[in-house]
């Protein structure tokens, strides 16, 4: 049985009010290398490259991926396996985003002479301003930590915490200035609960020849058919291109239920009138509610000028997770 040792929560709070401490210090630091770190990333034509060691090459691998999701190409690299072959994925419209606490490195530092004769702009983060990496880039960030939440001051805890925090301001202000938008971000995280929720009903309609759609002057019979072959359990009526009607499963078997009916007579004395639809731009969870609301399977989609151009069926929502 787990005994409560009040000790034990009040030294867990003492570590987190130090890395807090830690990143208020980043915070009150900030000054116009910030600025220029922005803007420098804003510029490059290329790629965000994120070069980091040990603990900081795992902060380093999250920045580069927070860049990815947000709209800046970003990539992390081994520093170590950059001296081995991986350097030459950076050109020299990328900009090096390099983190080293100490800024000596060896293995960061050794890749500076190179970048350096690239022309790539580099960023440091690091906690010495005096340091090799500090004095080699274009913009210098400090992380004036000097003392980790670590008991030994060995491990880095504080420093580690206070740098993701600052990698994570210069993400923000940059999707900021770019516009990024929840549609940009589920363009990129298609597999997400928030891509899902942002899908419009074009991704997911049935169109072109998946469309079930006849004239209104068509034969029962060949209607029938065509709700079949297509397998949605409903086809949409036209007269002269503008959809009037729509007859469903539901409604073929009400029409035997009163006897049997003339297949040869056209369709449109059997359907039921103008169906719902709904723009081919709007979001798949509302094509959800809708059918919800009106106790239906199927919602015809129309485009800017109110021209069928797909249908999205309950089915097909449900198979991708929108709710």
């Known amino acids: 049985m787990a005994v409560n040792h009040p000790s034990w929560c009040d030294q867990g709070r003492e570590v987190l009010q130090l890395e807090m401490a830690a990143i208020d210090a980043v915070r009150r630091s900030l000054n116009g290398a910030f600025d220029r770190a922005i803007d420098t990333i804003l510029a490059m034509e290329g790629r965000l490259v994120v070069v980091g060691m040990g603990k900081s090459g795992i902060i380093a691998r999250k920045i580069a991926a927070s860049f990815a999701s947000t709209g800046t190409p970003s990539f992390f690299v ?5 001296l ?5 994925m950076i050109t020299r419209s990328d900009v090096l985003l390099a983190l080293s606490h100490s800024g000596e490195t060896t293995e960061v530092c050794a890749l500076l002479p ?6 790539t702009p580099i960023i440091a983060i690091t906690g010495n301003l005096d340091s090799t990496l500090a004095r080699h880039a274009s913009v210098a960030l400090q992380v004036p930590v000097s003392s980790e939440a670590c008991p030994l001051n060995l491990a880095p805890t504080a420093s580690t915490t206070a740098t993701l925090a600052l990698g994570d301001a210069l993400m923000v202000v940059t999707l900021r200035h770019r516009g990024f938008q929840p ?3 589920a363009r990129v995280h298609p597999a997400g609960s928030l891509g899902k929720r942002l899908m419009r009903v074009a991704e997911l309609m049935h169109s072109g020849d998946a469309l079930p759609l006849v004239a209104a002057d068509t034969p029962l019979k060949e209607a029938i058919l065509t709700m079949s072959r297509h397998r949605l ?4 009526i036209t007269d002269n291109g503008t959809l009037t009607g729509c007859m469903t499963d539901g409604d073929l078997r009400r029409i035997l239920e009163h006897g049997t009916p003339d297949l040869n007579a056209p369709v449109a004395r059997f359907s039921h009138g103008r169906p719902h639809t709904i723009a081919a731009d709007r979001l798949a969870s509302e094509a959800v509610l809708t059918m919800e609301e009106r106790k239906i399977t199927a919602l015809f989609v129309t485009d800017d000028h109110q021209e069928t ?5 309950l089915h097909d929502l449900l198979q991708q997770g929108i709710v």
């Open 84 to 88: 081995h072959g991986d350097l030459g």
């Open 78 to 82: 081994h520093a170590a396996e950059a």
């Open 183 to 185: 549609e940009d971000f």
């Open 309 to 313: 151009i797909g249908i999205v069926h």
């Open 233 to 236: 359990g409903i086809t949409g």
């Open 114 to 119: 190179t970048i350096t004769r690239l022309g």
